[in-house]
């Protein structure tokens, strides 16, 4: 019941991604479907789109193991209307090319407030949290947009949790569930959790007693039936740093504990679970060696 898999390369067309996740022995993948550092991409052609299926349906992997990432660009929670409306347009065309290629889901970073506010102001922290209640509630309208400029697609929206850094909103549970609060079709939106984000944003997962209390945590106060996809990644730095920068499985902060929890929940099942290490070279090797820690 468990599908792993990596980010893998769709350079030289999209049909090429399945191909790369077949060499890795991968079950899961995710990709970008269009480079994820321009604001424009040309239409997926339909040759390209007829041997992405093809190429997938050889790899034996289904639509609902894959985990499209969109464009590093967007932010839906941009405090400039113009830039705003940019990534709005952006992440619709970016959910377009998801049903397009039959894919039912869109992972993205929720959106950073872009606000700075010195440190040594004496109010700080009332202005902070003023910052982000707000741009969440820009994040969530932004969804609500996407979602009814779609009506005719089941793509839903996968909000994944960041590790906080610089002005980064969805590094709390809390922030994950405000969004959704606000999301009016909640049966379009989901989570993808990042296990390096997750522990570096102060969520422990290196022992049983902590990893229970933070996906319990999780499930309280966001929802498990929410839970789409993940990342699995250990991390460079240590708990809590907010510092976003993954590291091989084992050779990290996070440790190998973690993982064997991960594949062993019943939660993390038939949903896309995709490696992120900075390592593509031994993916295979990762790949297994998840798969090995699961208890019969």
């Known amino acids: 019941m468990k599908f ?48 992405f299926h093809k190429n997938l349906e050889l790899s034996g992997i289904l639509p609902k193991h894959i985990l499209p990432h969109d464009s590093y660009l967007i932010n839906l929670g941009h405090p400039e209307v113009e830039k705003l409306e940019k990534s709005r347009d952006a992440f619709v065309d970016e959910l377009e090319r998801c049903r397009i290629l039959g894919l039912d889901r869109l992972n993205f970073h929720p959106g950073s407030h872009l606000v700075k506010i010195p440190k040594k102001d ?39 949790n960041t590790a906080g850094q610089g002005s980064n909103m969805g590094y709390k549970f809390e922030h994950l569930g405000h969004i959704i609060s606000k999301i009016k079709d909640k049966s379009r939106v989901g989570v993808c959790l990042d296990t390096c984000h997750t522990f570096t944003a102060g969520y422990d997962l290196r022992t049983r007693e902590a990893y229970d209390e933070t996906m319990g945590a999780f499930d309280r106060i966001v929802g498990s039936q929410y839970l789409m996809g993940m ?18 499985l084992g050779l990290g902060e996070i440790g190998w504990d973690a993982f064997k929890f991960i594949m062993n929940d019943s939660r993390m099942d038939d949903i896309p679970l995709v490696l992120e290490t900075i390592d593509d070279s031994i993916w295979a090797e990762e790949i297994k060696a998840l798969y090995a820690l699961i208890e019969k």
Request: proline fraction near 5%.
């Open 4 to 51: 792993v898999g990596a980010h893998v390369s769709a350079s030289g067309g999209v049909d090429n991604a399945p191909l790369n996740a077949m060499a890795i022995g991968a079950k899961a993948f995710a990709l970008f479907t269009k480079n994820q550092r321009q604001w424009v991409a040309k239409p997926l052609e339909t040759k390209t789109i007829d041997a």
């Open 122 to 160: 004496p109010h700080y922290h009332d202005k902070l949290m003023l910052a982000e209640i707000a741009c969440l509630d820009v994040i969530a309208e932004s969804m609500n947009r996407a979602i009814d400029a779609t009506k005719d697609s089941n793509v839903k929206l996968v909000i994944e």
């Open 231 to 248: 990342h699995i990644n250990d991390s460079k730095p240590p708990l809590g740093s907010k510092v976003d920068r993954h590291q091989s």
